[in-house]
């Protein structure tokens, strides 16, 4: 039963943002869709019966934003697919090695579409792209593991699996709120889009960097956990911050300092 909801949300969100794709859509009308398919997932994994009003609020805002930010995120070559790649082999992980949460073809399915996608994605030049409808959908599968995945262990910790697209999105908001800025406008100001285009990086080297960083701190995640839940928040948090500093380096010589002056 659990699977009919997860089609469904998925069906949802990957029809909306298909529609998005061929012809841009009004933003009250994907963010409904968004609220609808993470309602149906709720439903489905049971969430309503089993957490309080404020906690379902805060989860509604969490896991809506990181819907967005997955699709913010998918500005390069092979960052979607191997960002994505790297938190679902760690999960797989957990699932057979610490606690089983989910089928295991559940995730092998996701590893899989993963690898074809890289096959056409991760090049110099791309034979394909993701589009709104594949960040959408897989942000979406990876929505569904780590609910399952919390829902079982009765912890919210697996969310430093996120740790480097969160990061980045949100300090990309606060610097943009603070040039006064409409958030909700496109814009070139993520970390990776200044290394790629101010920089002139290459799109692999830049997709493997974040996908490699968020790999190392989801596995040491997975390592303490078994051991000491808070000294994998204390490494969790350290990451965050880490992530932050590093972020930093986007106001000094990586970017041309005039394009991050508020007009």
């Known amino acids: 039963m659990e699977n009919l909801y997860f089609l469904t949300g998925l069906t949802l969100i990957s029809g909306i943002s298909l529609g998005d794709d ?24 049971g969430i309503y019966v089993l957490h309080s009003w404020w906690l379902i609020g805060i989860a509604y805002i969490f896991f809506v934003g990181v819907l967005n930010v997955y699709n913010f995120m998918d500005g390069i070559n092979g960052i979607t697919g191997l960002y994505s790649l790297s938190i679902l082999v760690v999960l797989q992980y957990v699932n057979l090695k610490i606690v089983a ?3 295991p073809d559940f995730i092998n399915y996701a590893i899989l579409a993963c690898f074809v996608f890289l096959f056409f994605n ?13 960040s959408m959908a897989i942000a979406f599968w990876i929505i569904t593991l780590l609910l399952q995945l919390m829902l079982e262990t ?16 949100l300090c990309t908001i606060l610097h943009r709120l603070y040039l006064r800025q409409n958030i909700f406008k496109a814009h070139r100001m993520h970390f990776y889009q200044v290394l790629a285009n101010e920089r002139g990086i290459s799109h692999l080297r830049i997709s493997t960097a974040y ?19 808070l000294a994998a928040w204390l490494v969790g948090i350290g990451a965050t911050v880490l992530c932050c500093l590093i972020y930093l380096l986007k106001f000094t010589k990586i970017g041309k300092a005039a394009d991050w002056r508020p007009s």
């Open 22 to 45: 061929i012809r841009p859509l009004p933003k009250r009308v994907r963010i409904v869709f968004h609220f609808l398919s993470i309602s149906i997932l709720f439903y489905g994994l």
């Open 101 to 103: 949460f989910t089928p």
């Open 122 to 134: 991760f090049r110099n030049r791309a034979k394909c792209f993701a589009g709104d409808i594949g």
């Open 154 to 169: 009765q912890s919210v910790i697996w969310i430093l699996f996120l740790t480097v697209y969160r990061v980045d999105s």
């Open 211 to 229: 996908a490699g960083v968020q790999f190392i701190i989801s596995l040491i995640i997975v390592v303490l956990y078994p051991y000491s839940l």
